[in-house]
């Protein structure tokens, strides 16, 4: 099992950046593959990037990708997601989540075994 906490969050101007961390504890964290999704209020859950446990691949929400990046740590234990040229309608909460398969890039939320609480992103017009 793995406990994920997610930090980095803000308000931020449209164009601005943002980093968000996710650190895991408990079992070994190169087990899983790491996913970043988001949900807006009153809209489901969605994908928006994944990377594989040695971080040799990553997959993108096309909504995202070119602006966003996914990297990890294993050595920290932690997940990053680097978020510019952020837009309003990147506003949303951030989660994080670990799949124990741990090759997989998969886009869907059932995929993933373990989640952290969030952390709130604002970008203000």
């Known amino acids: 099992q793995v406990q994920l906490v997610e930090s980095g969050g803000g308000l931020v101007q449209a164009g601005d950046s943002l980093r968000l961390s996710c650190a895991a504890s408990?079992?070994?964290?190169?087990?899983?593959?790491m996913g970043w999704f988001r949900q807006a209020p009153g809209k489901e859950r969605e994908f928006v990037a994944a990377?594989?446990?040695?971080?040799?691949?990553?997959n993108y929400a096309v909504s995202v990708k070119g602006r966003f990046t996914i990297s990890r740590d294993n050595a920290k234990n932690t997940v990053y997601l680097q978020m510019n040229s952020l837009k309003p309608e990147d506003t949303a909460v951030y989660y994080c989540?670990?799949?124990?398969?741990?090759?997989?890039?998969?886009?869907?939320?059932?995929?993933?075994?373990?989640w952290g609480q969030g952390t709130q992103v604002t970008v203000s017009s």
């Open positions: 990377i594989n446990w040695s971080g040799s691949g990553t």
């Open positions: 989540a670990a799949n124990d398969r741990r090759w997989e890039l998969t886009m869907m939320t059932y995929n993933y075994d373990y």
């Open positions: 408990g079992r070994t964290f190169s087990s899983y593959s």
